[in-house]
């Protein structure tokens, strides 16, 4: 039986490093090979110099206990990457943070942009150099089926890291609600709902029942980034 693999994406610099050395690191700890992909263009292929591709790449990899293959498949990085997400045996994404690269970036969307919009692969952007395992995972949830797929997918891949599930509420057209009730009648609403949404995630995923929970009133990014602070 073939084993699943995590398609990591490099550009060759110290940037990249780090989502691939997070892939090796997963590839080892899930028992998953490690296929990484450089994307050239059609100019850079044709005056490529494949052995030195070759080295190079082996060269990023290093030496690794998780088996791995690479390739370099020519035009654009973000379809070159989406396109190796969705063969049958790859079960995850690993690529590096966002940037723009060109004024076009800002109006196209950035690799990262373009591969979480076009694969149906779960993603991992990773932004820090990788130093152990994920022990703790904070998920933000609006309660949709979405962010409900994602939580799961995370507990799944991440099965000893402690999920810690935060919801950010606010009050509607708060600059017109001044009673003190009002809010207190949100969040209890919040508070009724997100239960609800706990116990159907607990129902389809028991390994969730130890998840912990907040609910944060104020913005997704600050109620979120106050999470991670605490």
């Known amino acids: 039986m073939s084993i699943p693999y995590i398609v990591a994406a490099t550009d060759f610099s110290a940037r990249a490093d780090r989502a691939l050395d997070r892939?090796?690191?997963?590839?080892?700890?899930?028992?998953?090979?490690?296929?990484?992909?450089?994307?050239?263009?059609?100019i850079e292929a044709e005056?490529?110099?494949?052995?030195?591709?070759d080295l190079r790449m082996r060269e990023c990899i290093g030496e690794t206990e998780c088996t791995t293959d690479f390739t370099f498949p020519e035009g654009s990085p973000p379809r070159a990457i989406a396109r190796a997400g969705e063969?049958?045996?790859?079960?995850?994404?690993?690529?590096?943070?966002?940037?723009?690269?060109?004024?076009?970036?800002?109006?196209?969307?950035?690799?990262?942009?373009?591969?979480?919009?076009?694969?149906?692969?779960?993603?991992?952007?990773?932004?820090?150099?990788?130093?152990?395992?994920?022990?703790?995972?904070?998920?933000?949830?609006?309660f949709s089926e979405g962010s409900a797929h994602a939580i799961v997918k995370a507990a799944e891949m991440f099965p000893d890291a402690q999920i810690h599930i935060v919801h950010a509420w606010h009050v509607p057209f708060e600059g017109f609600q001044?009673?003190?009730?009002?809010?207190?009648?949100?969040?209890?609403d919040e508070q009724r709902v997100f239960g609800k949404f706990m116990e159907l995630?607990?129902?389809?995923?028991?390994?969730?029942?130890?998840?912990?929970?907040?609910?944060?009133?104020?913005?997704?990014?600050?109620?979120?980034?106050?999470?991670?602070?605490?």
Request: hydrophobic letters at 40%.
């Open 47 to 53: 005056k490529a110099d494949w052995t030195d591709l």
């Open 23 to 42: 892939a090796l690191m997963l590839g080892i700890e899930r028992g998953c090979g490690v296929r990484v992909v450089h994307a050239l263009d059609y």
């Open 201 to 230: 995630l607990v129902k389809d995923a028991p390994h969730l029942a130890n998840a912990t929970t907040a609910m944060v009133r104020g913005g997704t990014h600050a109620a979120l980034a106050a999470e991670f602070d605490k």
């Open 178 to 188: 001044r009673d003190g009730h009002v809010a207190g009648q949100v969040e209890e």
């Open 87 to 142: 063969a049958d045996d790859v079960d995850l994404i690993v690529i590096g943070p966002a940037r723009y690269n060109s004024i076009g970036d800002y109006f196209i969307g950035t690799a990262v942009d373009y591969v979480l919009r076009n694969t149906t692969k779960p993603v991992l952007v990773v932004k820090q150099r990788p130093r152990s395992r994920y022990k703790h995972i904070i998920a933000g949830t609006d």
